[in-house]
């Protein structure tokens, strides 16, 4: 079992910079696959970056690239996720998930384990 609590998000104007943080306890955080998934009012979710357990590979969302970056401590046991440049349009609420092995995967029913959610809020 792993647990996840996400921090950090908060209303930031347009252009701005946040960095959320997906703190993870329990089981063998180091061997599980962690992803960023954002939620916006009537939409449905989508995953915007991944991180392997290793770190060697990372994947990102087309919209974020260039503005997002996705990090992870596993002595620390936690994973972030760096947002630049922020824009109206990545106004949601943003989710870690985690999944046992080395694999990012883009659909969310791939991961089993989630947090509570951050909200994000960026102003024009």
């Known amino acids: 079992q792993v647990q996840l609590v996400e921090s950090g998000g908060r209303l930031v104007q347009a252009g701005g910079s946040l960095r959320l943080s997906c703190a993870a306890s329990g089981r063998t955080f180091s061997s599980y696959t962690v992803a960023w998934f954002r939620q916006a009012p009537g939409k449905e979710r989508e995953i915007i970056a991944g991180i392997s357990w290793s770190g060697g590979t990372t994947y990102y969302r087309d919209s974020v690239k260039g503005r997002f970056t996705i990090s992870r401590d596993n002595a620390k046991r936690t994973v972030d996720l760096q947002m630049n440049s922020l824009k109206p349009e990545d106004t949601a609420v943003y989710y870690c998930?985690?999944?046992?092995?080395?694999?990012?995967?883009?659909?969310?029913?791939?991961?089993?384990?989630w947090g509570q959610g951050t909200q994000v809020t960026v102003s024009s």
């Open positions: 998930a985690a999944r046992a092995g080395d694999s990012i995967f883009y659909s969310g029913a791939s991961y089993d384990y």
